[in-house]
Structures are given as structure tokens and as C-alpha cells.
């Protein structure tokens, strides 16, 4: 998405076009929901999220009807009229200035609508888009996506007192390109229906209605008030529109549970169908691109994944693999578990790893695959590469003098330097690292009071949006002393019991890792445990079993004890300054 053409053209397009607050708009010149019957019966109390907002017209129909609204948009200049319109209707919007396909949310903060209009066509990757917004629908709720129709693209002619339109390559549609007044460029691109389609299946969204609506009949007259989108300029193609639709509206919901979307159960010939040979030459060649594109990063990775091994060798620590597949994952607030069937894919391997050290092991690291649901975008992989250390006897400052030491060496290992480019500037891991606790973060960056903010919901908001931003310029910095209120495995600090022995370390605004020194008082661990359950129920997140083999063992007694999660995918970005996550994985 051009950002810059959007902003330069923000205030042109919101004099000149008419959107309705009082009708929920589709795309130009088209009935709105009035008429087509395409939102839920009501939506008061719903939560609901819309991507390429404009000046968020749809979110604030929704928000005068009792809804409680979050409206994304790439261009602060179309926020500004947002904001005034929400000003001037009265209604509250939660809005963010954002890519679109990076969402600035927490990863397990879900909606029971996400919907967008006319956005879909402006991402730069239109199936890691949709993928991004689907993993914000709720078990039970609504992706709503109103897009441009890959014929509106096709040439109109006239001929012979006849007209219609000519199609080239209906599978693959040329890019269309738009100048502002001042020169910007942005370019959009309609999949094929069938991709899309196809792209919501995978995200595992079941599609219960696909629309290409026409503009009502008008004999005649303006469509100016009897449509809730409408501009003179699209007045002119109104008769093209009522033959070659311009839109195409998909709706597709998120199974009730894990279990049923096995519910729409597909035929044997469905099923036969789907394992055919179909020659795609364009996606092997891309493919092979990309694949060559990778080999210094994934070579910086097999040596980074060697000299980690090195250093907890040379640390007298034990290599351990534990479960992939596991019968219950962790109760986290806001980390959901993919399923695999009557048992889950490990967010990490945590639990495990402290089972052996109740068990007696004193020093043990494990590096490998962990994964977790509705987590993508240029920062997020569904699967990724988790290293995590556990040092018993010992607490959180111990194991913050091991990561420091561990990314130093890694870093001259890797790629010869301790000095890393990344993000437009050098993280310099050999100069001494930064501390500041979590609330003079808060004060000093976002200008608010961390407590008052947890209280207000709007923790994880400030943090992403506010303090991390801020964070490793120049050089690592830790964020330390975590509220016990978002930490629900760190040990309190005895002279501060609402705060926790936890800390993070950023470079250039990338969360890298989280390490804390570990709770072992069970009774405290299970309260904790009991109070995540009733916040997932209570959000219609899915509560998982008890870890009982866990609790017991920390009945029997663990050691005070220290561990770290390192996100490897994310210290390789910084070894290779990637900008997207992809970049440093093979596959």
C-alpha cells in the first residue's frame, strides 16, 4: 500500500465522494447492508475490527448500533477525517495508523466481526493479508471482505452499437496504477475469485455467502441518495456497472470450536479432486527465486544454530527435546495453541523443561519448533524456532548475563561482527546493554501511569503501539520489573509484589526474547492458572485442560529457578537485517 499516495489523496477523496454513516457501503454505487442482509442481525456488543478504515464510515455505522469498534488504516491523513467524523457523531473508535498487513495488536486480541471494504486490492500480498485478518476472527465469528472484481479491470468497448467488456487474462489481472495531483502513484491488483476463495479456506474460515451485487435500478435519476457510497464520478459508470460487477463481497466464518471445522465434511470426490496435477510454472519459477534469494541468510542461520549450541556446551548445559505434540497446552492470557487433533502443537516447551528441573537437572536448553494460532505477518510465523534455557538455583540476573554473552558470541560467529545494521541503524550488541523498568517506560514514552493503564484494558495497546517503538535504538535494551498482572509464570519481586522478576530485551523496536525468574509456589501458580481460564472463557477463547503432571511436580518442589525464550527467527533478522520474518526461513 502507497502510503504517501493515500495521504496526498485523502482530503480529495472524502470532499468528493459521499459515504453514509447511516448505511453500512459496500464499494461504489451498490446497496448497502440495508438492502443485502449481509451483517449479523445486531451487533451491539460485538467487537468488531475494520482494516483500510478511510475515514472509518462503516465503523462508525456499526458503532452507533451499541458495537464496539478498533478501524485500521495505512494513512494518518484519512484517520484525521476519521476523527473528526467520530468527533462529530459522537462515537468512540479505537483507531491505529498501521500496514495493513502487520496489525499493531496484541496476536491473540480477536473480534466477532472483521470486516473491510476495498482494502484487500492495496495489499501488497493479498493472500498474507488475508491470512493476517483471519487470524483475528473469534470461534464463532465474521470475515467480511468486499473487494475489487477481477473484471472490473477489463476493457470496456463499444461496438456495432453494441457493448461489453474485454478480458485478457481473467486469471491473472494487470496491475492497476493511479497518480494523486502531486504525482504519487499506488497501484492495486483483483485476485481471481477462485484464489480468494481459496486463500479463506485456508485460513480455516468456512464461506457461507459470495455476493457480486449490481447498483438498483434508478430509471434515470442520480443514485446519490439511495446509495451509502456514491461520487459524479462513479455516477458516470453506472450503467457499466449494472452489466460487469466492480465488487465482489465474500463472507466466511470462523468455526465455533477446533473440532468443527471438520464439520463441513467434504465428499470423496471433493476430496479426489483436490489431489490433482496442476502445472503452475509461474509459482515453481517465483518459488525458485525466492528459495535462491535466501541462501546468505539461511546460511547465517546454520551458523548461528551451530555457535548456539557451542556456547551451552561450553556452559556445561544439557540439550533436551520435549514433546511437539502435547495434551494441553500452557493457560496463557493471550497465546492461543494450534490443535492437532485430540491434542495440541506446543506454544513452548516450558512446562515441560520445568518438570525436569523439579526432576533434578540443573542446567538444560532446547532449540526448536514451537507454534501458535493466528500468529503471521513481517514479525509473526505460526511455526517458529523458540530457544529456551533454564538455569536452576539461579534468577533472572544470571540468565540476562547469559543471553548477553550468548547473542555477542552468535553475532561474531554469524556474520564477524558484533555490530549489526538493522532497521536503518547499527545495534551495536558489544556496547553495554540498556535497562528500564516497565514503568518508567510507560511514563517516559507514553506519558501514562502503568497501573492505571492495565486497569483501563489498554496494556498491550500502549506497549506495542507506544513504548516498543522506542526500544534498542542503537543498542539492546531490556525491559524489566514486568506487572504481575501480565506475567502469569514470573516469581513477584519480595520488595514489590504487584511487580515481577521478568525482563525483555528489544533491538530496534523487535521483542527478541522474554526471561523471568520462575514461580514455584503451586497454590500461587494454579490461582494464576484458575484466573487465565475465567478471562478465556469470558472472552470465548478456548480454555484448555489443567496442566496437572505440571502442578503436581511443583508440588513435589522445584529449585528457585531462572529460564529465557529467545525467538531465533527474530535474532536472525537482526543477524541479516530482514525485514520480514520469511526472509530467513527456508519455507
Not at 552468535?410 to 535497562?435: H, N, S
Request: glycine share 6%.
Amino acid at each position: 500500500m502507497n502510503i504517501t499516495f493515500w495521504n496526498e489523496l485523502a482530503d480529495h477523496y472524502q470532499r468528493e465522494t459521499h459515504i453514509a454513516t447511516d448505511d453500512f457501503h459496500f464499494g461504489p454505487l451498490l446497496p448497502g447492508d440495508k438492502a443485502l442482509g449481509v451483517l449479523p442481525d445486531s451487533v451491539t456488543g460485538l467487537d468488531c475490527l475494520e482494516i483500510g478504515c478511510g475515514a472509518a464510515q462503516n465503523s462508525l455505522y456499526l458503532a452507533q448500533r451499541g458495537a464496539r469498534c478498533v478501524a485500521c488504516d495505512g494513512s494518518e491523513q484519512q484517520l484525521k477525517h476519521a476523527r473528526g467524523l467520530a468527533k462529530k457523531l459522537g462515537c468512540h473508535l479505537e483507531l491505529h495508523c498501521c500496514d495493513l498487513e502487520e496489525l499493531p495488536l496484541p496476536p491473540a486480541r480477536l473480534f466477532d466481526l472483521v470486516h473491510s471494504t476495498h482494502a484487500l486490492a492495496f495489499a501488497g500480498n493479498q493472500q498474507q493479508a488475508l491470512r493476517s485478518w483471519a487470524a483475528r476472527v473469534k470461534p464463532g465469528g465474521v470475515l467480511l471482505i468486499s473487494t475489487v472484481h477481477p473484471l472490473a479491470g477489463s476493457e470496456w468497448l463499444d461496438i456495432d452499437d453494441d457493448s461489453g467488456i474485454f478480458v485478457k487474462d481473467y486469471f491473472h489481472p494487470a496491475t492497476e496504477v493511479s497518480e494523486s495531483d502531486r504525482g504519487s502513484s499506488g497501484s492495486s491488483r483483483a485476485e481471481p475469485i477462485s484464489a480468494i476463495v481459496q486463500y479463506l479456506v485456508d485460513c480455516g474460515l468456512i464461506i457461507d455467502r459470495v455476493l457480486e451485487p449490481t447498483p438498483p435500478a434508478a430509471a434515470g435519476q442520480s443514485l446519490r441518495d439511495s446509495v451509502p457510497y456514491w461520487s459524479a464520478a462513479w455516477e458516470e459508470h453506472a450503467a457499466e456497472l449494472a452489466k460487469v460487477p466492480y465488487t465482489v463481497i465474500f463472507r466466511a466464518k470462523r468455526p465455533e470450536a477446533t473440532a468443527a471445522a471438520f464439520a463441513f465434511a467434504p465428499t470423496a470426490r471433493a476430496n479426489a479432486d483436490r489431489c490433482l496435477d496442476r502445472p503452475d510454472p509461474a509459482a515453481a519459477a517465483s518459488e525458485r527465486r525466492a528459495l535462491a534469494a535466501r541462501r546468505d541468510s539461511l546460511a547465517v542461520r546454520a551458523r548461528a544454530f551451530r555457535s548456539i549450541r557451542d556456547f551451552f556446551a561450553q556452559a556445561d548445559f544439557l540439550e533436551v527435546h520435549t514433546p511437539i505434540r502435547i495434551p494441553t497446552p500452557a493457560l496463557e492470557d493471550y497465546i492461543d495453541a494450534e490443535a492437532a487433533g485430540s491434542h495440541w502443537l506446543r506454544t513452548s516447551p516450558e512446562l515441560h523443561m520445568k518438570r525436569l528441573l523439579a526432576a533434578g537437572y540443573e542446567r538444560i536448553y532446547q532449540l526448536g519448533a514451537c507454534f501458535r494460532a493466528g500468529e503471521s505477518g513481517q514479525r509473526h510465523r505460526g511455526e517458529f524456532t523458540m530457544l529456551e534455557w533454564y538455569r536452576a538455583n539461579a534468577g533472572w540476573r544470571q540468565v540476562l548475563d547469559d543471553c548477553v554473552r550468548l547473542f555477542r558470541q552468535v553475532a561474531q560467529a554469524a556474520i564477524g561482527t558484533q555490530q549489526c545494521p538493522f532497521r536503518g541503524q547499527i545495534i551495536d550488541l558489544a556496547a553495554p546493554w540498556e535497562e528500564i523498568s516497565v514503568d518508567e517506560a510507560f511514563r517516559r514514552y507514553a506519558g501514562v501511569d502503568l497501573d492505571q493503564t492495565i486497569a483501563e484494558g489498554r496494556f498491550e495497546n500502549v506497549l506495542v503501539e507506544k513504548v516498543e517503538p522506542q526500544l534498542g535504538i542503537g543498542r539492546p535494551t531490556v525491559l524489566s520489573e514486568y506487572p504481575l498482572a501480565c506475567s502469569g509464570l514470573s516469581q513477584p519481586i519480595p520488595s514489590r509484589p504487584n511487580r515481577v522478576e521478568r525482563w525483555e530485551v528489544y533491538a530496534a523496536g523487535l521483542e527478541l526474547g522474554n526471561a523471568c525468574s520462575e514461580l514455584i509456589d503451586p497454590a500461587e501458580q494454579l490461582r494464576r492458572f484458575l484466573a487465565c481460564a475465567k478471562l478465556r472463557a469470558r472472552e470465548g477463547r478456548e480454555v484448555y485442560p489443567m496442566d496437572q503432571p505440571f502442578l503436581d511436580a511443583l508440588r513435589s518442589g522445584m529449585p528457585p529457578s531462572a529460564g529465557v525464550a529467545i525467538g531465533v527467527d527474530r535474532l536472525i533478522m537482526l543477524l541479516t537485517n530482514a525485514s520480514n520474518i520469511d526472509q530467513v526461513n527456508a519455507f
